[in-house]
């Protein structure tokens, strides 16, 4: 029977992760990094499991060259760290999912052997002592959370020699006791200094040169993070936007500069854009940019709390919009302007209502 390759990518730090951080916003985190590990897929690995922080991928019949392994390992490493990367430099999120997400690491486990599989419901699974084994040797002694290790049955295979070196791997040998019996494996801790990591779009950071069109004050008797979680967290937003029938957004993605969604209103689709302007660092700010709300050739709208204590805070909201033809001014100034600030302000009516249904505090301050 030919042998078979075992690859589990399995994400270090999950375990403390979860159990001290936000769980919606840890679980989208996890779930966006195991869909990148699943993309930069390039050896056409079967995955025959998502176990919980793992992938428990697999390739039948079948051992790829030493060259195309390796290459395979660096390329989710490469993925992973600079998904990580992005997500540090585009949060806006202030929770702790997402301020300690980059504290994340990657282990990546690879074994081979004849496989055999069980049919369960019509479903077929890699069984057998090679998966236990596989599974066994992501419980090592190997003083690192950010390694590759490869059993000495793969290395034999790929003819990888025990002291290879190269600007991103260099292996040593390691041995575990399983169950009594020895298991020897190649290992080498991965310095992502030496990853050729993505680029990704940089953040919007939008200047004003002139004041807000539009600004309106309220107070909530809710803490600045829950009113905070309420405007970004997609989800929500038919809870208390007036007027949109449907928003599209990924369900699985943590907001951040540069997400995108999509309101529809009476058929039509408008697209916004995550962005941010500056404010003091103790006030949290979401913003959004949609370049075509008739009859403006732009729109800015910005959210900026200001906590006043642990159970309160104030809301502001600015909305900054560009017209660029003599007809967009004018249609602005015969009606546009009121009705579309109306249904603005009723929204934030509908915010602060919403959130005084678990503590009654919301006060207007001013508005125009």
């Known amino acids: 029977m030919a042998k078979s390759l075992l690859f589990i990518p399995d994400i270090s730090g999950f375990t403390n992760f979860v159990q001290t951080t936000e769980a919606e916003h840890s679980q989208h985190v996890i779930a966006e990094l195991l869909e990148v590990l699943i993309k930069a897929n390039t ?56 301020a300690t997400a980059p504290n994340l690491e990657l282990k990546i486990v690879l074994h081979c052997g004849e496989m055999q599989f069980l049919t369960v419901q019509g479903n077929r699974k890699p069984f ?25 049955a793969l290395a034999q295979e790929i003819k990888l020699a025990s002291d290879y070196e190269s600007l991103l791997f260099q292996f040593q040998k390691g041995v575990d006791l399983y169950d009594g019996k020895p298991i020897d494996y190649l290992f080498a801790n991965i310095d992502v200094t030496q990853l050729k990591l993505h680029n990704f779009d940089a953040p919007i950071l939008y200047k004003p040169d002139l ?7 309220v107070k909530i008797g809710k803490s600045a993070y829950e009113v905070y979680e309420m405007i970004t967290n997609y989800r929500h ?11 599209k957004y990924d369900a699985n993605e943590v907001t951040r500069t540069g997400t995108e969604h999509t309101c529809v209103i009476n058929g039509r689709h408008f697209d916004f854009t995550t962005v941010i302007k500056e404010v003091p660092a103790h006030q949290l700010v979401y913003g959004e940019l949609t370049f075509n709300p008739p009859p403006v050739e732009r729109l800015y709208q910005f959210y900026i709390l200001d906590p006043i204590s642990e159970t309160s805070c104030e809301l502001t909201v600015e909305v900054y919009w560009r017209t660029k033809t003599p007809l ?11 009705q579309m600030t109306s249904g603005l302000s009723a929204s934030i009516d509908n915010l602060v209502d919403l959130m005084r249904q678990k503590e009654p505090l919301a006060e207007e301050l001013d508005g125009q």
């Open 128 to 152: 057998g002592e090679i998966v236990i084994q596989a599974h066994r040797l992501l419980k090592n002694s190997i003083k690192s959370d950010n390694y590759v290790l490869i059993s000495n």
């Open 328 to 338: 967009q001014k004018l249609l602005m100034l015969i009606g546009a302007k009121k």
């Open 211 to 217: 004041p807000p069109d539009f600004t309106k004050a």
């Open 237 to 247: 937003r038919h809870k208390w936007v007036k007027g949109v029938d449907e928003f």
């Open 43 to 98: 050896q056409d690995l079967k995955l025959a499991e998502v176990e919980g922080d793992a992938l428990f991928f697999y390739k039948e019949g079948q051992i790829p060259s030493q060259e195309k392994i390796l290459a395979q390992i660096e390329s989710m490493y490469t993925a992973f760290y600079s998904h990580l990367r992005m997500m540090e430099t585009n949060r806006i999120c202030p929770c702790n999912a997402c």
